[in-house]
């Protein structure tokens, strides 16, 4: 940067606006002559160039003009920078046009001149040299203050200050705007953006209301600046939005066709999450760009709407008038990472290949390492990573959290030392990975050595605090995670830092402590939420997790699809059947999840009937479709209370969903049909499963069942099947036991003393099982 642009750029400097002293300023060693006002030829010649982006060009015709050039030949090449997206470069022209004038001959910047400037400001975000302009215009007392080009462009650069400083600009946006003797509809669509931008929606409604009243017409610009406020309207989100685009339809066809209007429909209709109505305007327009299409890619894929994101993709391939940019692909692999479809993305990466592109884009190679990760190729995508001729600090972070989501934390631990190596410096997404990685590993020394490292270079950023005392809660530290905890007091403990707390406390079976820091919370004034909540239930007696439940219900929490999953827990887990059937029936949003937690729930306690019954009210529900674990949870009910007709009907039926029975579902069919004594249909079902069928559980199952109705020669053939499977793929203690379960049904009581010598000298140990109760307020085990 020449010692011009910076004293231009200095927001201190007094000389950018003032008129330079003659005897300093020699601007060319010729003698100085005026020239005749450049013909439209010239002129024209200068802005064709500038329009074809060949600003070097311009600028050598610029300069072999005799000085001084008139202010319309300047004016060409300054807006010629602006347009071209080079605000530093106009500004350092408009720096040698203010110090070019040493005579009455010189040229005088005009309305356009301040306008370019004001707008170079804005694009670079030198807003102290805006503010310079504007006291330049109000210390000159120049008429071009009441000129529309430059109101305007004051109003503009003042709106499009960076967040860091628009507290700043907020009063100084206001009042430009308001002392405006006049405003056409470009200043009001500025101030509208403006409001939406900084988040007051409310502001910007009312305001498109006052244009209205004001008589002038509304542009296009003017809806697409106001549709993203209804998205933030709160409570009047859903009718605000109908206002707004019932009012685009009253303006006519002209404005509804308008592409940015319809790009700008379609976001305001996704951000309340009525994609039927984006579709409806999506599929209703004549004609769609780029843009459009990926709006609505977009629309589905943050509404988690992934299945249609990809199919409106693959109609986007088939369109011969729309071609995909950047934009589309990353939404896309977004998609298919959130479905996790490896042989999808594996399409779409090698369609993305195949394309003539030198070298794809970064963001785009980083979506493609997420994917991977995402769909369980982890190997791929530090493949990939390791191809990537350009790697950025997203990249690195990408791979580092990509490899600690997929339980290779050590790895990640290298990969940041590799990220060192390359010179670049850890941000927040990789010490939050580091921090996870320790936790996860339980290495106390990679916690401390982050933590150090945050210490030393005063890092620090929202939710920190819960990381750390999660790594050392984790690592087996709790004592130090407390003391972290207690020194956060004077830099301020948030909602998140005293969930990360009590959490600690619960996952060690801290009990006590976990409830100390909860009531700890509600003195400090801390409002807890349903994190809260459901962490404090998990270690919860019944009387205690009915507390909580008032408590929740008092503060409006019960309807938390989260704790109410954690209340329907503690009650399943004390027996109390009732109270989990009323938490469930309250909430308003069941997932499968949810229904599978209530079927486990009532075929654990006997309840197989009710368990049948919410099954096929489940089956009813549109959006909740049973999963593999909700049929095996049905299934165990049926076990359980002897409704085997009911079960192997639950068991037949997973084909109608296409959902493959894993070794668990057979091994409860075996069991179910072995239990009640129809040994010999068992015993047919695990042969008919061939290799699908190797799997202990089902055999051992198979094989107490004949113990049970000593069926003696049948159980030596199950004896035998076991006893390959072990050697083919070991076996543990249980099985060791079930084992020896045949010679003692024969009073083969040596074959039974073999077995038991063996795991003896294999130091084999059978687990106890061990349940809960609770009797008038007293905790019973049961062994």
């Known amino acids: 940067m020449s010692s011009l642009l910076s004293?231009?750029?200095?927001?201190?400097?007094?000389?950018?606006?003032?008129?330079?002293?003659?005897?300093?300023?020699?601007?060319?060693s010729a003698t100085v002559t005026p020239t005749p006002t450049p013909t439209p030829c010239l002129r024209a010649r200068l802005s064709r160039l500038c329009r074809q982006g060949r600003l070097d060009e311009a600028r050598h015709l610029f300069d072999s003009l005799p000085r001084p050039a008139p202010t319309l030949l300047w004016n060409a090449l300054l807006i010629g920078y602006v347009c071209n997206s080079l605000p530093n470069h106009?500004?350092?022209?408009?720096?040698l046009m203010m110090h070019h004038r040493p005579s009455p001959t010189s040229p005088s910047p005009d309305a356009y001149t301040f306008s370019?400037?004001?707008?170079?400001?804005?694009?670079?975000?030198?807003?102290?040299?805006?503010?310079?302009?504007?006291?330049?215009?109000?210390?000159?007392?120049?008429h071009l203050l009441r000129n529309f080009v430059v109101r305007n462009s004051l109003l503009n650069m003042y709106a499009s200050a960076t967040e860091a400083s628009v507290l700043s600009t907020s009063d100084a946006t206001c009042k430009v705007f308001d002392r405006m003797p006049q405003r056409n509809i470009v200043s009001w669509n500025t101030i509208i953006a403006w409001y939406v931008k900084t988040c007051r929606p409310y502001e910007a409604f009312l305001t498109f209301i006052r244009l209205m009243e004001s008589g002038i017409k509304l542009s296009p610009l003017s809806f697409v600046g106001l549709f993203p406020a209804g998205v933030?309207?709160?409570?009047?989100?859903?009718?605000?939005?109908?206002?707004?685009?019932?009012?685009?339809?009253?303006?006519?066809?002209?404005?509804?066709?308008?592409?940015?209007v319809l790009s700008s429909a379609i976001g305001m209709f996704a951000g309340i999450g009525d994609m039927e109505s984006a579709r409806h305007a999506f599929d209703q327009a004549e004609q769609r760009n780029t843009e459009v299409w990926n709006t609505m890619i977009a629309g589905y894929e943050q509404n988690g709407f992934y299945v249609e994101a990809i199919d409106l993709f693959i109609k986007l391939l088939h369109s011969d008038s729309i071609n995909a940019d950047t934009c589309t692909f990353l939404t896309t692999l977004m998609a298919i990472s959130q479905l996790q479809d490896l042989r999808l993305g594996q399409q779409v990466h090698a369609y993305l290949l195949k394309q003539k592109i030198s070298e794809l884009p970064v963001i785009l190679c980083n979506a493609s390492v997420v994917m991977y990760s995402r769909c369980g190729s982890i190997e791929t995508a530090f493949?990939?990573?390791n191809r990537m001729p350009k790697r950025d600090l997203v990249s690195w972070n990408t791979m580092i959290t990509a490899m600690v989501q997929n339980n290779l934390n050590y790895e990640g631990f290298l990969l940041t030392l590799e990220m060192k190596k390359e010179g670049l410096i850890a941000d927040s997404v990789t010490l939050t990975a580091l921090l996870s990685a320790a936790s996860n590993l339980g290495s106390l020394r990679i916690g401390k050595e982050t933590h150090g490292y945050l210490i030393r270079n005063d890092i620090q950023w929202e939710g920190m605090g819960s990381y750390i005392i999660d790594m050392y809660a984790k690592s087996g530290s709790i004592e130090i995670a407390r003391r972290y905890f207690d020194n956060c007091l004077s830099s301020g403990r948030d909602q998140v830092t005293w969930n990360a707390m009590i959490a600690a406390y619960t996952r060690t079976s801290l009990t006590e402590q976990a409830i100390s820091v909860f009531h700890e919370m509600l003195r400090d004034g801390q409002n807890p939420n349903a994190v809260t909540l459901s962490s404090i239930l998990s270690v919860c007696n019944a009387v205690r997790g009915k507390q909580v439940h008032s408590f929740a219900v008092l503060n409006g929490l019960d309807k938390n699809i989260l704790l109410g999953t954690s209340l329907i827990e503690m009650y399943l887990k004390w027996g109390d059947i009732t109270s989990a059937e009323k938490v469930f029936e309250k909430l308003p949003d069941k997932s499968t999840a949810l229904y599978t937690t209530m079927l486990y729930g009532f075929g654990h306690h006997g309840f197989a009937h009710k368990s049948l019954a919410l099954f096929h009210s489940m089956q009813e529900e549109l959006d909740n479709s049973?999963?593999?674990?909700?049929?095996?949870?049905?299934?165990?009910?049926?076990?359980?209370?002897?409704?085997?007709?009911?079960?192997?009907?639950?068991?037949?039926?997973?084909?109608?969903?296409?959902?493959?029975?894993?070794?668990?579902?057979?091994?409860?069919?075996?069991?179910?049909?072995?239990?009640?004594?129809?040994?010999?249909?068992?015993?047919?079902?695990?042969?008919?499963?061939?290799?699908?069928?190797?799997?202990?559980?089902?055999?051992?199952?198979?094989?107490?069942?004949?113990?049970?109705?000593?069926?003696?020669?049948?159980?030596?053939?199950?004896?035998?099947?076991?006893?390959?499977?072990?050697?083919?793929?070991?076996?543990?203690?249980?099985?060791?036991?079930?084992?020896?379960?045949?010679?003692?049904?024969?009073?083969?009581?040596?074959?039974?003393?073999?077995?038991?010598?063996?795991?003896?000298?294999?130091?084999?140990?059978?687990?106890?099982?061990?349940?809960?109760?609770?009797?008038?307020?007293?905790?019973?085990?049961?062994?």
Not at 90 to 95: D, K
Not at 644 to 670: Q, W
Request: hydrophobic share 35%.
């Open 232 to 260: 933030s309207l709160e409570a009047y989100s859903r009718r605000s939005v109908d206002a707004m685009y019932g009012l685009l339809i009253k303006h006519g066809q002209e404005y509804i066709d308008d592409l940015f």
């Open 626 to 783: 049973p999963d593999s674990a909700a049929f095996l949870a049905v299934i165990s009910a049926c076990r359980h209370s002897g409704l085997v007709d009911e079960g192997l009907h639950v068991y037949n039926y997973m084909s109608a969903y296409d959902i493959a029975p894993t070794p668990e579902h057979h091994c409860c069919v075996v069991d179910m049909l072995g239990r009640h004594g129809r040994v010999e249909e068992a015993y047919e079902l695990a042969q008919s499963l061939g290799t699908d069928g190797n799997y202990v559980g089902i055999w051992g199952s198979l094989l107490a069942a004949c113990r049970l109705h000593r069926k003696l020669q049948l159980s030596k053939l199950v004896s035998e099947k076991l006893l390959q499977i072990d050697r083919d793929y070991g076996g543990g203690a249980g099985q060791r036991v079930i084992l020896s379960n045949p010679y003692a049904l024969g009073g083969i009581w040596d074959g039974v003393e073999g077995v038991r010598r063996e795991m003896k000298e294999r130091r084999m140990n059978k687990d106890s099982w061990v349940g809960r109760c609770q009797i008038s307020n007293e905790k019973y085990a049961l062994l």
């Open 116 to 142: 370019s400037a004001l707008k170079a400001c804005a694009l670079s975000g030198h807003l102290q040299l805006g503010r310079s302009i504007h006291a330049h215009l109000i210390r000159s007392r120049s």
């Open 7 to 28: 004293s231009a750029l200095l927001p201190s400097s007094p000389t950018i606006l003032s008129t330079p002293n003659p005897s300093s300023s020699k601007p060319n």
């Open 90 to 95: 106009a500004l350092h022209f408009f720096s």
């Open 383 to 385: 493949e990939l990573f």
